[in-house]
């Protein structure tokens, strides 16, 4: 029987580099953006300062970033930063110890001030011992004697010294000692509270961490800019109120 010879090949192979290139989508790599955080934007946690450890930011793969704000509160001498103000003089010949002027405790709630006196002499004509003869008191405890001429109608402005009261103590200003006989004394006080942040700071890691006062420290008035998905825990100082803001900036997750 005759031999058959092979027939020519009806299948062609094809070069790879003649292939058509086929896009292909890569999710949250090249068709990303950033946006606002799904969980609806800024997250604000109140602390008294004794609360326990608690997370702040989930285990989150699509986080991009995240920022966290630590404020304490402003305190002040009361609710309004409004200044306090007192005039008054002495009679003749005023005793040692006699208040000038006087600005109640009941106007002066807890708090710093900063205060600024202004006084002068006159009557009879003042003489050496009236010179710096009158002092700046908090309560009944001396913050310092103010420069004084002890020469009459010499106004001088004295301050700003910064006091802190109690709520219970009044700024005034006082003679110090014996004054000649027939001086008056007169003074001005103004106090205007001074606003204070709180000293407080909160803990921020490892829930183990932060459970056992080991985190790091953000103190009140920094601020923190975290660029990694894992969970972040929080807890206070355990004494200090502090505000803690938190903003979770997400890649948008294209679904």
């Known amino acids: 029987m005759a031999s058959e010879e092979a027939g020519p090949a009806t299948t062609q192979e094809k070069d790879v580099d003649d292939l058509p290139l086929v896009p292909v989508k890569i999710p949250h790599s090249l068709d990303t953006q950033g946006q606002a955080a799904d969980y609806g934007g800024w997250t604000r946690y109140t602390l008294a300062g004794t609360e326990q450890a608690q997370v702040i930011l989930p285990f989150?793969?699509?986080?991009?970033?995240?920022?966290?704000?630590c404020d304490g509160p402003v305190t002040a001498g009361g609710p309004s930063y409004a200044s306090v103000a007192a005039q008054g003089a002495t009679a003749s010949d005023p005793s040692t110890g006699t208040a000038v002027a006087t600005?109640?405790?009941?106007?002066?709630?807890?708090?710093?001030?900063?205060v600024e006196v202004t006084t002068y002499l006159d009557g009879t004509t003042p003489a050496a011992s009236d010179d710096d003869n009158?002092?700046?008191?908090?309560?009944?405890?001396?913050?310092?004697h103010l420069a004084q001429p002890g020469a009459a109608d010499v106004v001088v402005s004295s301050g700003p010294y910064v006091v802190n009261v109690n709520g219970a103590q009044s700024i005034s200003v006082v003679v110090v000692t014996?004054?000649?006989?027939g001086a008056v004394y007169h003074a001005e006080i103004i106090a205007t509270p001074v606003q204070v942040?709180?000293?407080?700071?909160?803990?921020?890691?490892?829930?183990?961490?932060?459970?056992q006062k080991l985190g790091g420290i953000l103190l009140a008035g920094q601020q923190?800019?975290?660029?990694?998905?894992?969970a972040l825990w929080m807890a206070p100082d355990g004494t200090d109120p502090v505000t803690v803001s938190v903003l979770a900036e997400r890649w948008d997750s294209g679904t």
């Open 134 to 144: 009158i002092g700046l008191h908090v309560g009944a405890t001396s913050v310092t």
């Open 60 to 69: 989150d793969s699509c986080r991009h970033r995240a920022v966290i704000l």
């Open 178 to 181: 014996t004054v000649t006989s």
């Open 197 to 211: 942040s709180s000293p407080g700071f909160v803990y921020l890691g490892t829930q183990a961490q932060c459970q």
């Open 103 to 114: 600005i109640a405790a009941a106007s002066l709630p807890a708090g710093t001030y900063s």
């Open 224 to 230: 923190v800019v975290i660029e990694n998905n894992q």
